[in-house]
């Protein structure tokens, strides 16, 4: 990645890239593996909303709610759970991009 006018990027840990914009904008990028049966993971930041989430499972993104209007995850501070297990993944098949 390389940092444009009024952006900066750190490297918070192996798995996480932070985004900060001059505006107050904040873009965390966290990865983990799924292994069909693990439905909660700790994210590095407490998002304000699901809706600051954008998740993607082997390059898939996932809609925040099924059809039938249920949702496919929650976020409770730091811990993000899935309705149903993530399928096994390749590592860091789960990536989930926060915006704050």
């Given at each position: 990645?390389?940092a444009?006018t009024?952006?900066?990027l750190?490297?918070t840990?192996?798995?996480?890239?932070?985004?900060?914009?001059?505006?107050?904008?904040?873009?965390?990028?966290?990865?983990?593996?799924?292994?069909?049966s693990?439905?909660a993971?700790?994210?590095?930041v407490t998002?304000?909303?699901?809706?600051n989430?954008?998740?993607?499972?082997?390059?898939?993104?996932?809609?925040?709610k099924?059809?039938?209007?249920?949702?496919?995850?929650?976020?409770?501070?730091?811990?993000?759970?899935?309705?149903?297990?993530?399928?096994?993944?390749?590592?860091?098949g789960?990536?989930?991009?926060?915006?704050?």
């Amino acid at each position: 990645f390389t940092a444009g006018t009024g952006i900066t990027l750190t490297r918070t840990g192996a798995q996480e890239i932070t985004f900060a914009s001059a505006a107050g904008t904040t873009v965390v990028k966290d990865q983990f593996t799924g292994n069909n049966s693990t439905t909660a993971f700790t994210l590095s930041v407490t998002p304000t909303a699901a809706a600051n989430l954008n998740i993607f499972i082997s390059g898939v993104y996932q809609n925040s709610k099924d059809s039938g209007g249920t949702a496919n995850y929650t976020v409770a501070g730091t811990t993000l759970t899935f309705a149903t297990a993530p399928p096994t993944t390749a590592a860091n098949g789960i990536e989930v991009v926060i915006t704050a």
